[in-house]
């Protein structure tokens, strides 16, 4: 009896394993059929750990895993991977009815198969020109986060123009720059066109102050807040500054960008001879234990799209606070996103900063510490918008939201600036 019960308790569980794997394979054929016809194609892609968060919100960084739809207008998949999807899909179901076992294999040769096409397919030879001149790449938004296409590429390339003192003419450098692909649980691994848009405007401050015969960066030192790849640190070098520190929380985004800046300091060196600009990047989490040690070490602190999540803004406002000099100045830079309010995140992130003694300074003001832009433009953003981006790229911001650069200061007792 007990036999017996149990060769029909297995005969029934064989039964509803086949049924849910006819099923599955039924499913998958249809989605097949579906995909050959045109309708859509869909990729399982790891994106970049990307956090947008609102600015009333305490989302942390986290790796997505997520399916993304692309649509089929100009699909270019070949006969032949319609043919062989249609083939797994046959067979996989023709196995199962017949009572075979092989459907995970079938399903994964099936998935590789789109992957592996859609990867190839991800950086046309246009897109790739645009992430290899440093021009900015629209920045899609996907479930819990944001990516580009450039992010991709193992390196990418970013042309600098700075204006060095006594010379009659512009010098021109490419930087090549070393990105770590979509790493589960960085974000600092790959160039963004927030850090795109502050390099852009450290060359333009460098060309207004070197007009007025000013020296701007000469014997400052500056320290970079989420360096990443190392590209504004790099520029703020090129520019003249006496020596640049990069810091990032991440000890493996750090990595990267000290062999960013050791590859890039000898192009540098080549192109400007009299640039004696000492580079380094060193790990600096968040926070006043840590920023102790760099205690108003820096004339000038760099950053850009650090406010994303609010729950970082008063360890990034601390910081920023420790490390400045009393009279130093920070100048941080964020961009909008769809959906994403970039004048709420600078806003709140303003109101956390007043509470560590920094206050804004703007154009006009008797404090302004940077070049002085006033005869031209009332604001950064005006500066940026009008002389550092195509019309391509005006367009594109402006449909995201915009971009909203701070100047702060150290609130000086007695001081009413």
Not at 311 to 316: D, P, Q
Not at 330 to 351: C, K, P, Q, R
Request: glycine share 6%; aromatic share 4%.
């Amino acid at each position: 009896m007990i036999a017996t019960q149990q060769r029909s308790s297995l005969s029934f569980a064989r039964l509803r394993l086949r049924l849910r794997l006819i099923y599955l394979a039924i499913t998958m054929a249809i989605a097949a059929w579906v995909s050959c016809r045109g309708a859509s194609a869909w990729t399982l892609t790891e994106v970049p750990a990307r956090w947008k968060c609102p600015s009333n919100s305490s989302c942390r960084q986290r790796p997505t895993t997520s399916i993304e739809a692309t649509t089929n207008d100009k699909h270019d998949t070949s006969r032949n991977e319609s043919s062989t999807r249609r083939h797994i899909f046959r067979k996989t179901l023709l196995q199962v009815v017949a009572g075979a076992t092989l459907l995970p294999t079938a399903v994964t040769a099936a998935t590789d198969t789109r992957s592996a096409g859609t990867a190839a397919a991800v950086v046309s030879t246009d897109t790739d020109a645009s992430c290899q001149s440093g021009a900015l790449v629209a920045e899609q938004a996907i479930p819990g986060a944001y990516q580009q296409v450039c992010m991709s590429l193992p390196t990418r390339q970013v042309p600098i123009t700075i204006t060095v003192p006594g010379t009659s003419s512009a010098t021109h450098i490419l930087l090549t720059l070393e990105q770590g692909g979509a790493a589960a649980g960085t974000t600092g691994l790959a160039v963004w066109n927030s850090s795109l848009l502050l390099q852009r405007l450290l060359q333009t401050l460098t060309a207004t102050a070197i007009s007025t015969d000013r020296t701007w960066l000469s014997n400052q030192h500056v320290l970079e807040l989420g360096c990443g790849t190392g590209l504004v640190s790099l520029t703020a070098a090129a520019a003249g500054a006496a020596s640049v520190t990069a810091t990032d929380g991440n000890p493996v985004v750090v990595e990267l960008a000290a062999r960013n800046l050791q590859t890039n300091a000898k192009i540098v060196s080549a192109a400007i001879p009299k640039n004696e600009c000492r580079l380094e990047a060193v790990a600096l989490p968040w926070g006043l234990l840590d920023a102790v040690d760099y205690t108003e070490l820096a004339d000038l602190v760099l950053g850009s799209d650090l406010t994303y999540n609010a729950g970082s803004w008063r360890v990034l406002a601390e910081t920023m606070a420790m490390v400045v000099k009393p009279t130093g100045c920070i100048v941080y830079l964020s961009l909008g996103h769809a959906g994403f309010n970039v004048n709420a995140e600078m806003d709140g992130f303003m109101t956390v900063a007043r509470a560590q003694g920094l206050v804004p300074v703007q154009v006009g003001d008797a404090g302004w510490p940077l070049p002085n832009i006033s005869s031209s433009c009332a604001s950064l953003e005006e500066l940026l918008l009008r002389d550092c981006v195509s019309a391509a790229e005006r367009e594109m911001l402006q449909a995201t939201g915009g971009v909203r650069v701070l100047v702060l200061h150290k609130q000086i007792m007695g001081s009413k600036r």
